[in-house]
């Protein structure tokens, strides 16, 4: 397999590892590219989607407290720029917008979900609209009300032809077969001036590198790339996008899931680590973590020159 950034084919095996938390079959390796370093999994799956079971959690219906908090925090980031909308940008994954947005600004989500981003952008007077490949996840957000959220990919849908002031990947960028290939094409749907925001797991993080294969942000074998600071950053710039943001963030929920699947002894993750009293314990040293510069989360903010 050819790497998707550098175009190379010799590679190195960090890691073999499973699906530890759905526990279908197979067994898979992320290999790191011997060029530029762009980690990838092998074998990848003829038919992704055969991987992602019926009751994904990014596919179904939500509202429970992280994604309250979440919205309070994407209103604040796109109204404002203040200290608190900074601080919740720190604290709460993935809701970094890079800076407010004008009233108006378009806003393309791209992995959407259960559409609950598209939903906070739209009540914060943003022209917010999501794609989605997950039938189940387009249901969710229609459920919610939502007629912004499109069925399928980046590459598929009409919406690469229109302007948008803001492309984001939250924890979206890692599913597709070509991350390059995805840049170039959010970054030619951008006004110019116009910015990109990638959040997706740190390959590089402290937690990965104690946890190894049981590393919970790994999630095989549906994350086809495994991104580092230095390999996001190689990707926006090769896309033609200026990184104004690269840096580290928590995420709810991983070191306690990844803890359950150190414990379960090769076998999938018996559910204690999702449990919120279990990933509120854990969540003050994955701040802590973050703020160090080795968070188990990347938030990445780049700009269409």
Known sequence: MRCDLCGRSDARTLLTGWDRRHGLP???????????????TEPRPEDPSAWYPADYRQHTAGGGALERASAAALRAAATRDSTRAGVLARLVPS???????????????????????????????LDAWGIEPSQAGVAAARARGLDTIVAGT????????????????????????????????ARAALQPGGRVVVHAPNFASAGRRWLGADWDGLELPRHLHHLTPETLRLLLWAADLEPLLVRTEPLFG???????????????QRGWGRRLPARLATYPAEVALALAGTGSGLTAVARRP
């Open 26 to 40: 197979g067994r898979f390796e992320v290999r790191a590219c011997a060029g530029c370093g762009l980690a990838r």
């Open 95 to 125: 809701t970094e917008l890079g800076g407010p947005l004008r009233p108006g600004a378009r806003v393309l989500d791209v992995g959407a979900g259960n559409g609950a981003a598209v939903a906070a952008l739209r009540a914060a007077d």
């Open 154 to 185: 980046l590459e598929t849908s009409p919406l690469k032809d229109e302007r948008w002031d803001l492309v984001r990947f939250a924890h979206s960028l890692e599913h597709v077969p070509s991350p390059l290939g995805t840049l170039r094409l």
């Open 254 to 268: 991983v070191l306690s899931a990844s803890l359950d699947a150190r414990r379960a002894h090769g076998g999938p």
